[in-house]
């Protein structure tokens, strides 16, 4: 197999490598305010095992740490109550630092170690932050995290209990986007940041194949709604990157409808699906993000334009909900299957509730669970008119 990147935009090609994140002619059109312009994608091209997840790194850089074959939970009472006999629950919050964000930080990491890239820098708003720290740890690499003020407790102190460097931004997380930035193109230690670095959106792909293996294997068939929590659109990007590939592998034979699910108070990409223009133009200016689903709060989507186009290509579907409807949503999900979801995780199941009548029975619903309700004590507390 040739393993490339190639920029979605303009298809130009380029070598993996240390340093290269973005399509250089395409980067240069970067306006402010707006989506990362020139992002890369992995691509390959030869033969290919069809039962394995290509991977463009090889498996011994992988650090010994147990990311992804998640559960897929059949959620029998919650499928009573809504009569939905073909819903289930990909239970990321199963992963080492109890969130998704662990898929891409373990290629990243076994990236650096096959390059001999000791530090690897990242902003986050919280679980990128503790998933690469978790992932650093085990595999012996230098973690330095820039973070907002405001991330939950619990995320900060799993970055300072796995032993990374903390670096609190007196501002949000796009001004920690920024300033990590400033630090890697300074010191030349590897960016983790979420779509900027092209493994982010490729680490994310197994949940794609790890779907379609468990739920062929229960002889329910391949998935037709995939429900997916959105902020920078990483995760929806990486899951239709794993569709495509299953495509290409001859494992199924459509690409299921994406859901972007997203918050009212932090719903750029859905409302550029519904808008009329193209591109940078179909964001418009930036709203300030408000909700309290702080993993999917980002006032600009970094990987808006590629998640978009991704969207548009399949015919995607969004739904917003409100934070009301995420912290009943909340309680629903974890009194009803046992399943306790951070605030972002169950917008998911939010915008499911809220679909839910317009999709046929029979056809297999697939929630993204990304993250441990356990993450933010405060939010969930709130939910049940409790302080915290
Ligand atoms: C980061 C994150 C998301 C959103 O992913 P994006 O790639 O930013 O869209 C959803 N849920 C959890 C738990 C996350 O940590």
């Known amino acids: ?25 395409c980067a240069r059109q970067q306006q402010k305010d707006r989506p990362l312009a020139g992002v890369l994608e992995v691509a390959w091209e030869g033969a290919a095992d069809p039962r394995s997840l290509p991977l463009p790194i090889e498996p011994p850089w992988f650090a010994p740490i147990p990311v992804g074959r998640t559960p897929l939970w059949a959620p029998q009472r919650l499928r009573e109550q809504f009569d939905a006999p073909s819903l289930w629950l990909k239970d990321d919050t199963c992963n080492p630092s109890g969130s998704f964000k662990d898929r891409a930080s ?21 679980n990128a932050a503790s998933s690469m720290a ?26 300072l209990q796995y032993g990374a460097e903390l670096v609190t931004v007196d501002g949000n997380y796009d ?35 790890e779907v379609v293996d468990d739920l ?5 068939g391949a998935p037709d709604h995939v429900f997916v929590p959105v902020g ?11 569709f495509e590939d299953l495509l290409k592998l001859g494992r199924i034979s459509k690409i299921p409808t994406v859901w972007a699910c997203q918050a009212e108070g932090s719903s750029a990409i859905a409302r550029a699906l ?12 930036p709203l300030p993000s408000s909700t309290l689903a702080d993993s999917i709060s980002v006032d600009v989507p970094r990987n808006g334009l590629h998640a978009l186009s991704k969207l548009r290509k399949y015919a995607g579907k969004a739904v917003i909900v409100s934070d009301g409807e995420i912290l009943v949503a909340q309680k629903t999900l974890a009194s009803g299957s046992g399943l306790f979801a951070e605030p972002s995780s169950s917008t998911a199941f939010a915008g499911w509730l809220k679909v839910r009548e317009s999709i046929p029975a029979q056809q ?25």
């Open 1 to 25: 197999m040739k393993w490339f990147y190639r920029c979605h935009t303009c298809g130009a090609t380029y070598e993996i490598a240390p340093g290269r994140y973005l399509c250089t002619p």
């Open 106 to 126: 373990w290629l990243v990491a076994a990236f650096a170690s096959k390059h001999g890239v000791k530090e690897i820098v990242l902003a986050s708003t919280g």
């Open 134 to 159: 978790a992932v650093g740890a085990a595999a012996g690499l230098r973690i330095k995290v820039f973070l907002p003020a405001t991330a939950p407790l619990a995320k900060r102190i799993q970055v």
């Open 175 to 209: 001004q920690a986007f920024d300033l990590s930035l400033e630090y890697s193109n300074r010191t030349g230690s590897l960016s983790r940041n979420t779509a900027y670095n092209p493994l982010t959106i490729e680490g994310k792909k197994s949940v794609a194949f």
């Open 216 to 220: 062929i294997g229960s002889g329910a």
């Open 232 to 242: 920078d659109g990483v995760i929806l990007a990486g899951v239709y990157r794993g």
């Open 274 to 285: 519904a808008s009329p223009l193209e591109g940078n133009d179909a964001f418009g200016e």
């Open 364 to 388: 297999t619903c697939v929630l993204l669970i990304t993250g441990s309700g356990l993450k933010d004590i405060a939010a969930a507390a709130r939910g049940l008119g409790l302080q915290a």
